[in-house]
């Protein structure tokens, strides 16, 4: 038996599922020229998604290092979460080195000049 959701308004011409969308399809959404993120295709997902959390990290570091050290909660705290976007993205960055079948080898005659 299938069951499926309910929906408010029936959609009777589109029949094909959503794909989840990630924040990387917001922020290429909101780019002013989007060939800056069209263009590279031999750079993975997970690399661009490795930097984003490394100066994510990087920051949160920096700004709980000028907090004075009597709000020592809010500092703590910072340094924790800026720690583990760190950690996920080395994660990110040695995914596609450790786990060979997961990212695919882009070749020179897959993408397109």
Known sequence: MNVSKIQTKPNFYNTEK??????IDVITDNVKNPRDVNDCV???????KAY???????????IANFLPSKWKGIKTSLNILGAVLGIISA????KPFAFKGLSPT????DYKK
């Open 18 to 23: 959503l794909k989840k969308r990630e924040f």
């Open 42 to 48: 031999a750079v993975p997902r997970g690399i661009f």
């Open 52 to 62: 984003i959390y490394l100066m994510a990290g990087s920051g949160l570091l920096s």
């Open 91 to 94: 994660v990110y960055f040695a």
């Open 106 to 109: 882009v070749e020179r005659n």
